[in-house]
């Protein structure tokens, strides 16, 4: 499981499976991207 360094709003999107799922548009929001792994 790779860690993540999420905001609150990023939190909101996990999915069933306990995976943080992050829309387009949250990582648009991102500065650092590179912190942030997307998962479909």
Do not use: R, T
């Amino acid at each position: 499981v790779a860690a993540f360094k999420a905001s609150d709003s990023a939190k909101n999107h996990i999915n069933e499976n306990g995976e943080f799922k992050f829309i387009e548009d949250l990582v648009d929001e991102n500065p650092e991207g590179s912190n942030v792994k997307v998962i479909k």
